[in-house]
């Protein structure tokens, strides 16, 4: 591939372009096992092993990306989001045009400038009053984990507990804070009750303090598990006997299948602010934008005798990390906002659909290929989001990945990758959010031919002849 001025431009990990000379890796200035031990972790090698892998086959149909459909991006709505959040500061907020253009061009509030209709979102959607100044506007959710992770993390014996599969970027960031993640058993009710206590109680018995238990209620990300309303009001009450917080991720939420009702989050349900609530706009809105939030209205008491929101306390945190979020990237966020009365649920109809009838579509396929009578391939039925879990007779691991790409033209995700042992689990991920139908079709048609010749090579034993 060749770039501007007949350079070779190759593509990035992510996606995008690099342009460039490749650098010369035969001289050696440092080693892995001199910088932090995190970046030698298989959780900070997964997100670029899975990239590299969709790299190396750019054809292949990829169930496999956790990215949101495409074909409603609209490049006009980013001009007239950024004009919309203008406006709404000059109207609404009755800001001078040198305080307008400060707002967008300086630097800018830590806590962000878009919080006040985060605010107004989360009364409208879900139900969520809380005071904005308990918000924080992060560099997607990705900040907000980072931003909890490093303020709770006060010393060695600290642990975190997370709902297993868990989301890789969580175990990532937890591991570059030296904050050990022990997993609490998720199963098919999103996450078993009787085992959180277990963990928290066994924590304390090891000499730990448990600081927080991370989970998805919403359409998990890789399980698509939800938590039930009688659950997640024994969870809380659960988090309150064992003075526990919760981080409730729910990038998924606004996804569920159909006409379903959505549940209250635990957000919505938390009397006793037991839960730091963590919002991503990347599924919701754009992931270009890089725009996510935390909910964080514990009451914390200074050295000083002060009392003070836990948002303040990660406010000075984002300081000496990303100083404020894009004023620009907030703007954009801020307009889709205001052009739908602050509702995602009434911004993201189409999305919703799309994603109701993918799902719909591969679960449909996947009981035309694999019939209960015939096959031993298992999968879950969930009741929304991206994701669907399909368990099959054999390990699944990086290699049969390769092969599946190679061979077949077909992406997906390991499970072994969501879990920390990083042992090959008989199981991987299929996502339903950047395909077609006619896609998910060509797709599951070779998963299936995939599985029929794993099987025949593996024969009866279950093992490689
Ligand atoms: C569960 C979960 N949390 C957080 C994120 C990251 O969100 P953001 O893009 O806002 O950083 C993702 C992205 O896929 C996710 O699946």
Not at 116 to 130: F, K, P, Q, T, W
Not at 207 to 221: E, K, T, V
Request: aromatic share 6%; net charge neutral.
């Amino acid at each position: 591939m060749r770039g501007p001025g007949g350079r070779p431009r190759a593509e990035h990990p992510d996606g995008g372009l690099s342009v460039g000379a490749p650098a010369d890796l035969t001289v050696v200035d440092l080693s892995t096992a001199d910088l932090h031990p995190a970046v030698d972790d298989p959780a900070l090698n997964s997100m670029n092993f899975l990239n590299e892998v969709a790299q190396h086959y750019p054809d292949a149909v990829s169930l496999a990306a956790g990215r949101p459909y495409e074909e409603f991006f609209d490049v006009a709505a980013l001009h007239r989001y950024l004009d919309t959040f203008r406006r709404h500061l000059a109207d609404d907020l009755g800001l001078t045009p040198a305080q307008v253009h400060r707002t967008l061009f300086q630097y800018g509030r830590t806590k962000g400038v878009v919080h006040h209709l985060v605010a107004r979102n989360l009364a409208v959607d879900e139900g969520i009053s809380v005071d904005p100044e308990a918000i924080v506007v992060t560099v997607g959710c990705q900040e907000a984990m980072f931003l909890v992770l490093r303020a709770l993390r006060a010393g060695p014996g600290d642990v975190l507990l997370a709902v297993a599969p868990t989301y890789v970027g969580l175990t990532g960031a937890a591991r570059l804070l030296d904050l050990p993640v022990r997993p609490v058993a998720g199963g098919p009710a999103g996450v078993d009750l009787t085992d959180l206590r277990t963990q928290v109680r066994r924590a304390r018995a090891d000499g730990l303090r448990p600081r927080a238990c991370y989970l998805m209620p919403d359409f998990a990300n890789p399980s698509g598990t939800s938590v039930g309303l009688a659950d997640r009001r024994r969870l809380l009450a659960l988090a309150e006997a064992e003075d526990l917080l919760l981080l409730e991720d729910n990038p998924y939420g606004l996804f569920p299948a159909g006409d379903a009702e959505r549940v209250p989050t635990l957000k919505a349900l938390d009397t006793g602010r037991r839960v730091v609530y963590l919002g991503s706009f990347a599924k919701t809105v754009l992931p270009g934008a890089r725009v996510g939030y935390v909910v964080a209205d514990q009451r914390v008491a200074g050295a000083d005798g002060t009392v003070g929101l836990l948002a303040d306390q990660l406010a000075k945190i984002k300081s000496m990390v990303t100083v404020n979020t894009s004023a620009i990237a907030q703007a954009v966020i801020g307009g889709a906002l205001l052009e739908h009365g602050c509702s995602l649920v009434a911004a993201t109809v189409r999305e919703r659909a799309a994603y109701t009838r993918n799902l719909r579509h591969l679960v449909a396929g996947l009981a035309r290929r694999f019939p209960a009578d015939a096959s031993p391939v298992r999968w879950n039925v969930p009741a929304g989001g991206f994701f669907v879990v399909v368990t099959v007779p054999f390990p699944v691991d990086d290699a049969l990945l390769h092969r599946s790409a190679r061979e077949y033209g077909l992406l997906w995700t390991p499970m072994a990758h969501f879990y920390d042992a990083g042992a090959p689990v008989d199981a991987l991920r299929l996502s339903v959010s950047a395909v077609t139908p006619a896609e998910i079709d060509l797709g599951l048609d070779r998963l299936a031919a995939l599985v029929a010749d794993e099987l025949a090579r593996r024969g009866a034993s279950g093992r490689v002849a």
